[in-house]
Structure formats: structure tokens, C-alpha cells
């Protein structure tokens, strides 16, 4: 069994040691990441995980990022690209706070599994409830010393190794949007449709102004959809998107998908009939 269709069948574990992760201690943890992100850090609980944005004062996204409540620290589970970004972001607003940020990548491994029978995979380590593809499973965070033996322990008990392509795919067939490729430093909140998450009763937090004014006027020109495109080969991000002959919008991440027998897109699109993309009829998809 390939990774992709282990990923779609039974279970494949992936290798996310390249993402960033940040460690936040000290008695302020909760009340500065609480401040600084869009979802409810204050009411964790250890073991606890959430999917939250990063906002700069102008409601524009920085970065995204999974945290896992432990029990004296919260850990921030990163995209590579904005591992830097984050931690700067974050460091420059410790004045007075009981804080202290460390960049844990290097001395860290991070093994995701997933699929369907991801259950039934082994544990070990720091375990973030996340899924990279859009498929049931979780995340482990151990010693970069351990990474082969978690990856052996994985192998023995039947579980696959899905490359990067494979995950890819079937994170596109599943419509997950992932930063760096669909969501980037120009967009909103609301363009990229991923409101679980936002907690929006929670209180100030950077970037919440935008948020809430663009909620309640609904002033969203372009917003973030899965499509299907009968095509034989992917677009390349950036292709235009047509609605009747006239442009719409634009694709962001695109993969053949063996499954479906199509490729399939994430695309940002002001209308949603009538659908081409580099002449191939194309239509939108109810994930």
C-alpha cells in the first residue's frame, strides 16, 4: 500500500520535523499568547490543543499555528516558513510579561500519523491533536534523538511512510488550506474561510478590530474554496480562475488526485458558477 492510499484506507505517518516549534513558559504564557493570537488560549487545559492565527495590527494573517497546553508551558507547532516570523512577532511584545520563548526545532522530531486507522498507531512524546491532511490522527513531538526509533516503532506496527507529494494531494482533495501555499501575509481572516480558528468572545487580541469590523459589514471580496477541475495536469499557483469567460479569481495549490480521477485546487474566487481554469471546466466542491 502506497502512503497516499494509506492516508485514505488505513493509516501513514509523516515526517513534519522541518515545522517550527517554539516553547512559551513562564506564569504569563497563557494571558500573552491569549492577547496575541485569535482563539481561546486562556480556558486550556493541559493536553489541550487548538489551530489559531496570528495577526498583525492590520487583521493581516503572519502566521497560523497548532498550541498544545502542557502542564508549564504551551507549545506552538509551526509552518517552516513562519517559524522566524512567530517567534519575533511574539518576542517583540514581552515588556513586563513573565514569559521566555525557545525555538525548539532543532532538538525536536515531529512525526504526524494519519488516516483512518490512526487510532490504532503507537504514541509517544508530546502528542498535538492536528491534522496535516485533513484526515483523523495527531501529531508527536520527541527528542530529535528519538526520531528513528519512533519512526521503527511505526514501521513494526504496520503503518506507512507517506512522503510529502502524497500528503500534499490528499490535503488538496480535502480542501485544508496550508500557509506559505493558500494563506498568506495578504490575507484576512474571512477570505481564507478557516473560522474555527477565531473564538469570538474572547476578549482583545492583536488584529481583532479588523476581524470584527469585517464581520459585521461583510465586506469579504474574495474568500478561499475547494474546486474540481477536469484537467489531466495540475495549474500552477496563480492560474486565473473564469467565471463565464470573466475572471474570478485565482488558484493557489493544485494536485492530480488518483482517487477522483481529477485535479483539484484550492482557489480564491469572487464568483462561484460557471467555472474554468486554463479553458478545463471546473466547479466547486462541498467538502
Not at 522566524?84 to 510579561?97: K, Q, S, V
Not at 483523523?136 to 528519538?146: K, S
Not at 485544508?176 to 474572547?202: M, S
Not at 476578549?203 to 465586506?219: N, S
Request: glycine content about 8%; aromatic content about 6%; charged content about 25%.
Amino acid at each position: 500500500m502506497t502512503g497516499y492510499e494509506a492516508l485514505r484506507q488505513g493509516a501513514a505517518w509523516i515526517d513534519l520535523s522541518a515545522r517550527g516549534r517554539i516553547r512559551a513558559a513562564g506564569d504569563d504564557r497563557k494571558r500573552l499568547l491569549h492577547a496575541m493570537c485569535t482563539n481561546h488560549v486562556e480556558q486550556m487545559q493541559p493536553g489541550d490543543s487548538l489551530y489559531a492565527f496570528f495577526l498583525n495590527a492590520q487583521g493581516r494573517i503572519l502566521a497560523d499555528a497548532w498550541i498544545l497546553c502542557a502542564e508549564d508551558h504551551l507549545l506552538l507547532d509551526t509552518e517552516p516558513e513562519t517559524r522566524g516570523t512567530l517567534f519575533g512577532h511574539l518576542d517583540r511584545y514581552i515588556i513586563a510579561d513573565d514569559v521566555t520563548l525557545e525555538d525548539l526545532t532543532e532538538a525536536t522530531a515531529e512525526i504526524a500519523v494519519e488516516g483512518p486507522l490512526a487510532e490504532r498507531a503507537p504514541r509517544r512524546g508530546a502528542v498535538i491533536r492536528a491534522s496535516a491532511t485533513g484526515q483523523p490522527g495527531w501529531r508527536m513531538i520527541v527528542p530529535a534523538a528519538e526520531r528513528d526509533a519512533l519512526t521503527e516503532q511505526l514501521r513494526a506496527a504496520g503503518i506507512v511512510e507517506a512522503t510529502a507529494e502524497e500528503a500534499r494531494t490528499v490535503r488538496i482533495e480535502n480542501g485544508v488550506p496550508r500557509y506559505g501555499e493558500d494563506i498568506t501575509g495578504a490575507h484576512l481572516v474571512h477570505e481564507t474561510r478557516q473560522l474555527h480558528a477565531v473564538h469570538f468572545n474572547k476578549g482583545c487580541y492583536l488584529g481583532q478590530e479588523i476581524v470584527e469590523r469585517v464581520r459585521a459589514r461583510g465586506q469579504v471580496h474574495r474568500m478561499l474554496y475547494p474546486i474540481r477541475i477536469a484537467a489531466q495536469t495540475p495549474p500552477a499557483a496563480g492560474e486565473k480562475v473564469t467565471s463565464a469567460g470573466e475572471e474570478c479569481g485565482f488558484v493557489t495549490s493544485a494536485a492530480w488526485s488518483p482517487a477522483q480521477g481529477c485535479v483539484r485546487a484550492l482557489a480564491y474566487l469572487r464568483k462561484l458558477d460557471d467555472l474554468s481554469v486554463a479553458g478545463a471546466p471546473a466547479q466547486l466542491v462541498q467538502n
